[in-house]
């Protein structure tokens, strides 16, 4: 049997209460996890499952939240990167995909309106409704008796006395309702996607603008790992350095075919991946290895004991392995990455740039309107007999 509704259900508190609201009153309800490199809890379903007796379904929205961190997304950035109305746009786009494919009959979100400044304010809640194209398909049961009534309610098919009227940012009302479903191990409140982290905006605010066409596996590899960039104009070289055993195997498997894997030759230590190292130029796979090796203790001492002894690294793709002696660059220097002040400036910078460009826009829609209302009004007059026979002018 095919669901009556689909929920985008993240794992947090409100998701988790939106689900058993509708499930309590015999709806078939599909809950859909959305995964991307800012947001991924799929490791959970099995939990989710044993913990709620719910089935959930893994959907993929990588490339489209990597298009909208990637591009300057319509609506903008919230105080780090976090495109929250695009990114709600977006999701709720894919998930009337999949209810048309499941020949469900509604949405529905864990939103509570006015719990958030960006995306839960009630004249944003209905835009995103309107850009995403789910108007009269969007269910928000956690708040439902603040909002007007949808069409599934009214037909019947969801009862509207059983839905919810919480509003604002407490918690507690929640908290009250996980305990009066029984819920064990209630999920703390969702506290935004990795984007709304300064730290990973350190990471990915080189990617999107040094990078032409930043992929999804660039975003995924920006997750862990130590992020160091060498920005010399628009040249930018970007090289991980693993911090642990579980990064190393990360870096592994993330290696693809531009890329080099580097390691020390004569003492254990991290590896580290240069994301399409094999276009680098001799000098600079030099001062990426000099500074690799200032993160291998052993290679230091070493190196302290006998001032001046190169350190050998291997370097190797598919295609083969070089090995290169390097003096270790104690003060790492080469390789950083940006501060939060600097992303914070460009971004504004970026901000100011793309809102000029947005009323500029606006202008022209504007002038055309006028252009096409005169041409319009122009017409009429002719038929009427009240023209002079010449084309309007324009300018
Ligand atoms: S916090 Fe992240 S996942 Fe949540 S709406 Fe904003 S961008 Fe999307």
Redesign the pocket.
């Known amino acids: 049997m095919s669901a009556q509704g689909i929920l985008l259900f993240?794992g947090g508190l409100d998701s988790l209460l939106a689900a058993r609201v509708l499930m309590d009153q015999g709806l078939d309800i599909l809950c859909l996890h959305?995964v991307?490199p800012?947001?991924n809890n799929a490791g959970a379903k099995k939990r989710w499952k044993r913990l709620y007796d719910l089935d959930v379904e893994i959907a993929d929205a990588g490339r489209e939240?990597v298009d909208?961190v990637a591009n300057w997304p319509e609506h903008g950035f919230?105080k780090v990167l976090?495109?929250?109305?695009?990114?709600?746009i977006a999701?709720l786009r894919l998930a009337k995909k999949r209810m048309e494919e499941e020949g469900a009959h509604f949405i529905a979100t864990g939103e509570v309106i006015g719990q958030?400044p960006?995306?839960q304010r009630r004249d944003v809640m209905n835009l995103i409704r309107r850009e995403a194209g789910v108007e009269g398909l969007l269910l928000r049961p956690l708040c439902a008796q603040h909002l007007d009534p949808t069409p599934f309610e009214l037909s019947g098919l969801v009862d509207r006395t059983k839905l919810l009227a919480l509003h604002g940012r407490g918690r507690q009302e929640q908290l009250e309702l996980a305990r009066k479903y029984g819920l064990e191990n209630i999920p703390s409140p969702?506290?935004?996607?990795?984007?709304?982290e300064r730290e990973n905006a350190r990471h990915y605010w080189p990617l999107r603008t040094y990078r032409s066409t930043p992929s999804v596996a660039d975003f995924t590899l920006a997750n862990f790992g130590r992020q160091l960039w060498s920005i010399q104009g628009q040249r930018a070289l970007w090289m991980v350095v693993a911090r642990n055993n579980r990064d190393n195997e990360r870096l592994r498997e993330a290696a693809q075919e531009r890329d080099l894997l580097a390691g020390l030759c004569d003492f254990p230590g991290p590896i580290a991946l240069l994301r399409d190292g094999a276009d680098w130029e001799r000098q600079d796979l030099e001062r990426a290895a000099a500074q690799f090796v200032s993160y291998a203790p052993r290679a230091m001492q070493a190196s302290e004991e006998t001032p001046g002894q190169t350190v050998r690294v291997w370097l190797r793709n598919a295609a083969g392995q070089q090995v290169i002696a390097v003096v270790p660059n104690r003060e790492r220097t080469d390789f950083a990455r940006p501060s939060w002040e600097e992303v914070k400036a460009q971004k504004h910078e970026l901000a100011s740039r793309m809102d000029a460009l947005h009323k500029e826009r606006l202008a022209a829609q504007k002038k055309a309107r006028q252009l096409a209302w005169e041409r319009e009004h122009c017409k009429t007059d002719h038929a009427s007999g009240d023209g002079n026979g010449l084309a309007p002018e324009t300018n």
């Open positions: 993240s959305f991307s800012f947001f939240m909208l919230g976090n495109p929250c109305v695009d990114c709600k999701l958030r960006m995306s969702g506290g935004g996607c990795l984007l709304t």
